[in-house]
C-alpha cells in the first residue's frame, strides 16, 4: 500500500525551462511534507518542505506546492539547470507526531542543455 | 552529506554470513532512522531508534534484522544469515528532537550478497 505516489519514474526537460514534479498521498493524517534530491551514490539531500497549513512555500528557484483536497503537491523549479540532474523524493509525515518519513518511489529528472 | 556518517560503504557478504552496517548521526542529533532502498524502488522505512531505545521498528522484517543505537558508539543494523533478496542500499539519517528540518541521510551502504 504506497501512501506516497510519484507517478512520473522519469522527466525530461530543457535547459532554462521549467521542470514540474508531481507527488500524491494517500494518508490524510500526513500534514508536512518534504522534498529531497538524490544523486548516485550518494544519500538525499532535503531540498525544500512545506506545512499544510501553507499551499506554498519558495525557496531560490524551488517552488512547492500543495493542494490539500486534491491530495496533491508538486515541485517547481525555474530555470531549470543541468546540475539539477537528480532522483528527486516526495517525502511525508505527521507534524506533531513521531512518524517517520513516508517516501515515494522517486522522479528522476534530466535537464538536457 | 557531511555530517551523517556510514560505514563501510560498501559491504560484500556471503550467503548465510553477518551483515553489520554502522551509523554515527550528526552532533547533537538524537534521533537514527534506517531506510533500505531496493533497485528502482524508494526508500522503505525500517526503523526509528533514539539511544537505547527502538521507538517505531514497524518497518524491519521480523526474522534476522535488528538494530540498535547504544548510549555511547554508533547506531547498528544487523542483518544475520543474509540471503540475495538482502542486497540494497542502507541509508541512515539522523535529526535532532525537532524534526521538521527534515532528516540528514548518510551516502549509504551498499550490500551486496553472492
Known amino acids: 500500500d504506497q501512501q506516497v505516489k510519484q507517478n512520473s519514474p522519469s522527466l525530461s526537460v530543457q535547459e532554462g525551462r521549467i521542470s514540474i514534479l508531481n507527488c500524491d498521498y494517500t494518508?490524510?493524517?500526513?500534514?508536512?511534507f518534504l522534498w529531497y534530491k538524490k544523486y548516485p551514490a550518494e544519500g538525499p539531500t532535503f531540498l525544500i518542505s512545506?506545512?499544510?497549513?501553507?499551499d506554498k512555500n519558495e525557496d531560490g528557484r524551488f517552488t512547492v506546492f500543495l493542494n490539500k483536497s486534491a491530495k496533491h503537491l508538486s515541485l517547481h523549479i525555474v530555470p531549470s539547470q543541468p546540475g539539477d540532474s537528480a532522483v528527486y523524493f516526495c517525502?511525508?509525515?505527521?507534524?506533531?507526531?513521531?512518524?517517520?518519513?513516508?517516501f515515494g518511489k522517486g522522479t528522476r529528472l534530466s535537464v538536457i542543455a | 552529506n557531511a555530517g551523517v556518517m556510514q560505514n563501510p560503504r560498501h559491504l560484500v557478504r556471503r550467503r548465510g554470513q553477518e551483515a553489520r552496517l554502522r551509523c554515527s548521526p550528526m552532533k547533537g542529533h538524537s534521533h537514527v532512522y534506517w531506510y533500505r532502498q531496493l533497485p528502482e524502488e524508494g526508500l522503505k522505512f525500517m526503523v526509528y531508534?533514539?539511544?537505547?531505545?527502538?521507538?517505531?521498528e514497524s518497518g524491519m522484517p521480523k526474522e534476522r534484522f535488528s538494530a540498535e543505537f547504544p548510549k555511547e558508539g554508533p547506531s547498528i543494523l544487523r542483518i544475520q544469515q543474509v540471503v540475495r533478496g538482502d542486497s540494497a542500499a542502507y541509508f541512515c539519517?539522523?535529526?535532532?528532537?525537532?524534526?521538521?528540518?527534515?532528516?540528514?541521510f548518510g551516502s549509504g551502504t551498499r550490500l551486496t550478497v553472492v
Open positions: 512545506i506545512s499544510s497549513i501553507k
Open positions: 531508534l533514539q539511544k537505547e531505545n527502538i521507538i517505531d
Open positions: 517525502a511525508a509525515t505527521t507534524e506533531g507526531g513521531n512518524t517517520p518519513l513516508v
Open positions: 494518508n490524510s493524517m500526513f500534514d508536512y
Open positions: 539519517a539522523s535529526s535532532p528532537l525537532n524534526r521538521l528540518g527534515g532528516y540528514t
